[in-house]
Nanobody, 116 residues
């Protein structure tokens, strides 16, 4: 059974940091693109960061310089290190895995709340 499980969300004050983790099933992780999305109340889901299996990363302009994505291919883990958090970063964050066959898998989401 394919699974993506996020962890690490929570409540933090503005300027603080959080690290999200995503555990993926072995069967889908290799050679996949791992992505982090977020969805704030009343807004569309947006792509925050992506990383290929080779380590190429891309970030949304709104998080460049503050968020860092990484992955551990040996442990089937993806991370999103979030620094200098702002109230507008408040959202449910989702881990996503896009495989080489274009299959798309989603985690259940983890809430990140940044207080001002």
């Amino acid at each position: 059974q394919v699974q993506l499980v996020e962890s690490g969300g929570g409540l933090v004050q503005a300027g603080g940091s959080l690290t999200l983790s995503c555990t993926a099933s072995k069967s889908i992780f290799s050679r996949s693109i791992m992505r982090w999305f977020r969805q704030a109340p009343g807004k569309e889901r947006e792509l925050v960061a992506s990383m290929t299996s080779g380590g190429v990363t891309r970030y949304a302009d709104s998080v460049k310089g503050r968020f860092t994505m990484s992955r551990d291919n040996a442990k089937y883990l993806a991370y999103l290190q979030m620094n200098s958090l702002r109230p507008e970063d408040t959202a449910v964050y989702y881990c996503n895995c896009l495989t080489t066959s274009n299959a798309d898998y989603w985690g259940q989401g983890t809430q990140v709340t940044v207080s001002s």
